[in-house]
């Protein structure tokens, strides 16, 4: 009983200590922070494991000063004191390491490899528009406002980056990021009676961090350089969109025009057309350079 209480106690105490230490994120959709994670991918296999939108936090204080070390001992302390106490109570006992460091991914989607299989697919265009994309997605999450990337999303990603940047910013945090280079690669394709769907994944290099309204950094860092790898969906629909959408921001019904608004909330609206639309991000790796 004196062991699990001491288990549970520490185990508080690490949680506590890293709420208290790891702020936000930084890059678009909090994806970019200050550890280390992922590695090199078996492209082997057509398709990969669970998936989660978010993932490691952004580290960081006023000075941009190496907080991860910190990080590595606190972690280490508590480990071992768990496996100190374990030995106590039972000299066989083992203490089961984590797979904090690994992530794993899902397209969502068996994966073909023959691009010709997609109807006019011009793979360097292609390329170019999504390394486009990121760029202005970037700026868009500095600027606070994502209206201009409204046809760039699936509805329900457009409204889930939406909440995510207006929450943030009613924290009064402003989001900085410096592309030094951003390149992209076809990883597959699949379709659906409906839609063509793209795996693309991004590899791009990075300065990015949080200020307050005063300047202050809250996360992230003005000058360490970070290579970040995404998993990017997108979606074509194979027949025009239908003109009857619904709002990204309520979920009102509206016939999509020039200049269309919301009659509910008066968010402005944008018919996706027939291009190909950003539907999921996920992170595969990030590495300080």
Known sequence: MKRYILRVTLVLLILGLLLCILPGHADFGDFSGGSDFGGGSDWGSSDWGSSSSDWDYSSSDSHDGPIDTVITVI???VGVSIWIAEMVGKNKSRV????SGTRTYTWGFQLRKDMTGIPGYDIMAEREACCDLYRRMQDAWGAGDMTQLQADFTPDAYAQYERQLREKT??????HCEVLDVSAVERGWNENDHEWMLAMEITAEIRAWNENDAGKVLSGSRTARKEMRYAWVLKKPKTETARLQHCPN???EVEINAGAVCPMCGAPL???GAGWQLSSIQGMSQKTL
Do not use: Y
């Open 75 to 77: 972690i280490t302390v």
């Open 96 to 99: 089961r390491s984590g797979s």
């Open 170 to 175: 009613e924290r009064g945090e402003h989001a």
């Open 250 to 252: 309520c979920g009102c």
């Open 270 to 272: 944008t018919a996706p």
